[in-house]
Each structure stands twice: as C-alpha cells, then as structure tokens.
C-alpha cells in the first residue's frame, strides 16, 4: 500500500474476533491504516479454526485469511498484568481501538470506551455487539442467524408456502462491520476539525434492521400488515409480476420491473395479461410467464431482453461470474502468499485515485514479535 493510502499512518488496534468487528477492521487496512489484532493467548481468534468449512490454507480457515489480510497479531493474556502494559503502550500510540464482545466484557478486561478514553481522550472506538445495550436481548449470543431470526428478514425471501428463509450470507456480520468503519472515519474527520475523540456503537440487529429500512417503512405506514411472499418464482415479497427468478431450457433468468405489455410482446405473447393487475394476479402472470420461458435457452432470451432494453439477466453461479471476466477487469481478485501457500481473495471494493485500495499482505500467525508502532 503505497504511503498515498488514504488511512496511511493511522494505527488500530482491533479486540475484535469472527467477523463483524474484523470486517471494520479490514476495510479501514484497505485504505492503508496498520491493523493489530489482539489475540488470546494460545489459541487466538476462533476463525482461526472455526467457520464456513473444512478448506484451510496454511492449517487456518479460509475465513481468517479472507478476513485478516493485511493485519498484524498480537498474543495476550489479558489477566496479567505485563500482557496488560503491553496493550497499554499500544493503545497510546493508537487511533482507533475496535472491540465486539457481548456487552460488558471489555469493560471487565479494563479495556472498555470510558477507561481508554481516561487514558487517551483523543481516542476514536468503535464498538460492536448483538443487540445494543438497555433491552431484554442485550446478554444473548450476537451471532448472525440469531439476529437474521429476530428480525423479521427470514419473512422476506422464498415463496408464501415456504417457511423463514435464512440468508445464505453473514449479512449482519458484514453490514454491522460497514457500519462500524462509516462510523469511525466519520469521528475520525472530526477528530481531524477539533481535535475529540468518541465513540461509535453499532449492533448485528441495527445493521439487518437497517438493511429493511424500506420495506419496514412500507409495513409501519401501511397498517402494518404482514409481508406476501409470491407463490411461485420469488424474488421479493413485495414487488408486483414480473419479478421472480425463472427456469429456461437450460438455466435461469431473473426478471426485474418492467411494463407487462411491453415484455409480452418482446416474449411475441398475445396480451394475456390484459386485465391483470400486477399486484393482485402477481402469481398467475408469473405463472404465464414461466410457461414460455422454459422453451427456450438463457441465451436466447437473454439476447431477446437486451436488445428490447428489458430489465433481466442470466442466473449465474461463481465459476460464471469467473468466468464473465469482469471482477479480473475490475482488478478485484487478488493473490497472497502465505509461508509458501498460495490464495487467491477477493480485494477491496473500493477504488482510491484510480487504483484498487487493498491490504495485500497475508493473515498475521498468532502473535509473532511484539509489534512496534513509530510515528511515520
């Protein structure tokens, strides 16, 4: 990362484990900051060893890798007292400190917002816990399908004779995290203006209640009535036909908003869906639809939806996104090296001046030299 990077010079030191916290933590190493995790001694972070599934790189967790690169690692045991001084020091040359344990843990290991700020008031941190603080979910375990379960989101993906459907992505793992580094560059230019420090505080319910803030609009204006999921081709609970996802010959297309009757034609349909509201008749339009479409390849209908401007694309799985091109275009896909293990991840999705900002280092190993910060 070149000394341009825009966090270059800016040190944080990350409490944080698993995926929420070191998410921030990883964005803000992109931008070129310098990232030490603090670790327990002797075993480290659990996605060291504990996540996603069996593939490892360099005996870790594909997920530790993916989540850590570019950051270095600290081993403590923070119950004694010359493991504690070490932290200490660090945070004195420190300008962010990042924790998401369940509420009142940190404060008990003596690391918590009010006792760094006493120490350091110029200090910005950043928190992250399950669901906030002074409400009854406070002290339950914060993990991400817990929060998707509590809500309401499970409602929103699937068919109306479906049951809950997870999200087959951490969604309030990665958002809290988004969140959390918005939060702390934000404190960061004001500390910038003025001089303070502060806190930020986020939670996994915030972040996947705030990624429905337009539907639970919609439902808290509308008399509060339940979500309906589609009975057939879903893709969203409330938007009309044609929106759904649909079998062709040899595949799927995903069709967006788009006027019926111009779709009926570009599909050489002869008006079945006169009459129809989109809204009330959304699963026999689609139904209709569905019917065609299946004669047909992906290819060809996708070629047919192009040149007509319609809102649709094929359904492609990773090896066809690979494979299109585009993310080795965007220069998204990265290589590390790691004691002679090789890996390939995805880079960072921002851009800085023309250039993909990244932190392109391997995962740090459990602790290593204590690490030594000096004002560049």
């Known amino acids: 990362m070149p000394n341009s990077a825009p966090l270059s010079g800016l040190k944080v030191l990350d409490f944080s484990q698993f995926l929420a ?28 060893y504990l996540y996603v599934s069996d593939v490892q790189i360099d005996g870790e967790s594909t997920i530790f890798h993916a989540i850590n690169r570019g950051k270095r690692s600290i081993s403590a045991d923070l119950r004694k007292e010359e493991d504690r001084a070490r932290i200490w020091a660090l945070i004195e040359e420190a300008d962010v400190v990042i924790q998401n344990f369940r509420p009142g843990v940190i404060e008990r290991l003596g690391f918590g917002h009010e006792a760094v700020r006493a120490r350091k008031p110029s200090i910005v941190y950043g928190s992250i816990s399950g669901y906030g603080t002074g409400n009854d979910w406070e002290a339950l375990p ?59 505080e986020t939670s996994l319910i915030e972040a996947v209640c705030d990624l ?50 111009k779709l009926a034609a570009c599909l050489s349909l002869d008006a079945p869906f006169s009459g129809l509201d989109p809204f009330r008749h959304r699963d026999a339009i689609k139904a209709e639809l569905a019917t065609h479409l299946e004669t047909r390849s992906t290819d060809h209908w996708i070629a047919i939806f192009v040149a007509a401007d319609i809102w649709a694309a094929p359904v492609l ?60």
């Open 317 to 376: 799985d990773w090896k066809g996104l690979v494979e299109s091109g585009v993310l080795q275009s965007l220069d998204m896909l990265g290589e590390i090296d790691r004691g002679g293990h090789g890996m390939r991840s995805l880079r960072s999705p921002l851009r800085i001046d023309g250039a993909r900002a990244s932190a392109d280092t391997p995962a740090p190993y459990l602790g290593g030299p204590a690490p030594e910060w000096r004002r560049g």
């Open 21 to 48: 916290g070191p998410y921030a933590s990883l964005r803000l190493a992109d931008l070129g900051a310098d990232v030490i995790k603090v670790e327990r001694a002797g075993t480290g972070d659990l996605s060291r």
């Open 212 to 261: 429905q803030f337009e539907l639970l609009t919609t439902h808290f204006n509308d008399g509060g009535r339940a979500p309906q999921r589609p009975g057939n081709f879903p893709a969203h609970a409330y938007l009309a036909a044609p929106y759904g996802v649909y079998r062709t010959a040899d595949g799927y297309v995903a069709i967006a908003m788009n006027s019926l009757d």
């Open 142 to 200: 914060g993990q991400d399908l817990l929060a998707q379960a509590r809500s309401g989101i499970m409602w929103l993906s699937g068919g109306a004779a479906d049951g809950p459907v997870a999200l087959g992505l951490p969604v309030a793992d990665i958002l809290a995290g988004a969140a959390l580094a918005q939060g702390l560059l934000a404190l960061l230019v004001r500390r910038g203006l003025t001089g303070e420090g502060g806190l930020v």
